[in-house]
């Protein structure tokens, strides 16, 4: 579609001589689900002309294509462009580096030369191999525990486990037939979309009062009754505090189960995350995560005592009726050994955190309260957020602007993940390009 048109599109709506339901310009992409008297091809129509708006104004800055693999700088194909561009990239939660290290490389290449690229079926079915064994333990025995679970994906460790082990009974409020999820309104979409079949309820972010209020509301209500939080925050970046949540939980008589996705491998002395942090392993009821961040592979896991990761095998079915992981993953055993091995990686991500936080602090951004390796610039309103998006592109900057649903409509942000093998030289260009934008678009406190 073209611009002019889309401009015309535009100023006619405006006018209301032109039927336009939703406003591009303060639109997001939640607001195309699900719309009241359109049928999804009509939806998907009008939703093809807003990607088409956004395309027009070079704000569709999602799915860039690279030419080349993660890493602190990537070759991309940027919007409207034919040729690719070198930049710096800060969008890759490959923390350590690891999904690029030798080492797990190789790991990766022997599992391939054993077993091949398949592991040909469902795990209770003849899927299940050495290999997901060994995962099973180390990755247990990495948060001193005995037991886990593998998923396909991070997502489908939250979702699919939720699913599994908490209910709702529609016609019948009887507490014996109903359970309970307590979310930190924080917690992850896979989070929210695996407690769509139980009774939910949300507490603000960190907010050790509502969360009291709710557990106290729900005493004698429900017969399983879980807290969902998560360790690192993905979009803020910031931890929680796990012992009060779980002190707290267990007072009023339900589990804990903390996703930290974004916290293993960073935080804490040894890479166990906020649950090492805060010295919580006794605390935890659950532990569910991805191998996707720091350990530089794919899959998820969930981590719980013997008798709660039997049943998952056998009732989750998302894991019953799925293909376990390829022999790839044997690179995810060397990479959780690399966490011990090569400390240095963690030191080096954690002075490029430092390096990077504190210089936009210095400058004036707000990076609000983050404490790993996630770091938000808050802009405000989604339009702003979009132009700060293209400038950094324009400057060979590439990071995310991330907007409603994902955070609320006035927290709109632009999010940068930081890497162990980020250089200086990297992260000073980060800095002088907001230096630079901020002229433009006025984002600091200054
Ligand atoms: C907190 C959190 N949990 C779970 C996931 C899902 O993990 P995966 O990408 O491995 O599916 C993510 C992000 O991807 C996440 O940020």
Not at 318 to 323: A, V
Request: hydrophobic letters at 40%.
């Amino acid at each position: 579609m073209s611009q002019l048109f889309i401009f015309l599109r535009h100023i006619l709506g405006k006018l209301n001589l032109y039927h336009m339901k939703i406003d591009f310009i303060k639109a997001s992409f939640k607001d195309f689900e699900n719309i009241e008297g359109q049928d999804i091809y009509e939806t998907a129509n009008e939703f093809q002309e807003y990607l088409d708006f956004l395309k027009a104004n070079s704000h569709l800055n999602y799915r860039i294509e690279s030419l080349t693999h993660v890493g602190p700088e990537m070759n991309l194909v940027l919007p409207g462009d034919d040729h690719p561009t070198w930049c710096v990239c800060l969008v890759s939660n490959d923390y350590l580096g690891f999904s690029q290290h030798p080492k797990v490389k190789e790991a990766v290449i022997r599992g391939i030369q054993l077993f091949g690229t398949g592991s040909g079926a469902s795990p209770a079915i003849g899927g299940h191999f050495i290999y997901h064994q060994q995962l099973e333990r180390k990755i247990a025995e990495f948060y001193k525990k005995k037991e886990a679970i593998l998923y396909t994906t991070g997502y489908t460790a939250n979702s699919a486990t939720l699913q599994c082990i908490l209910h709702r009974d529609d016609k019948n409020p009887d507490p014996n037939r109903n359970d309970i999820a307590i979310l930190d309104m924080n917690v992850h979409a896979s989070v929210y979309e695996g407690v769509l079949t139980t009774n939910v309820k949300t507490f603000l972010h960190n907010n050790l009062e509502m969360l009291e209020k709710v557990l106290k509301n729900s005493q004698d209500k429900y017969r399983t009754k879980m807290v969902i939080i998560d360790g690192v925050y993905s979009q803020d970046g910031d931890v929680a505090p796990i012992n009060e949540i779980a002190d707290l939980a267990h007072k009023y008589g339900a589990y804990i189960v903390v996703d930290d996705a974004h916290g293993i491998g960073v935080v804490g002395k040894n890479g166990r995350g906020v649950i090492e942090l805060d010295n919580a392993f006794d605390k935890v009821d659950m532990i569910t995560g991805t191998f996707s961040k720091a350990l530089g592979n794919i899959g998820g896991y969930v981590i719980a005592n013997p008798e709660i990761i039997n049943y998952l095998k056998f009732q989750s079915k998302q894991h019953l009726f799925s293909t376990t992981a390829t022999p790839a993953i044997m690179g995810i055993l060397k990479a959780i050994e690399l966490v011990d091995e090569e400390p240095e990686w963690r030191t080096k991500l954690w002075d490029n955190i430092n390096y990077l936080k504190n210089g936009l602090i210095e400058r004036g951004f707000d990076v609000g309260t983050t404490a790993s390796a996630v770091i938000p610039v808050k802009v405000g309103d989604i339009p702003k957020t979009l132009e700060a998006g293209r400038l950094l592109l324009k400057a060979g900057i590439y990071t995310n602007p991330i907007m409603y649903p994902a955070v609320s409509k006035k927290n709109a942000r632009i999010r940068m993940n930081v890497m162990a093998t980020h250089t200086k030289e990297h992260l000073d260009k980060v800095l002088n390009a907001f230096t630079n934008i901020d002229q433009k678009l006025h984002l600091t406190m200054k």
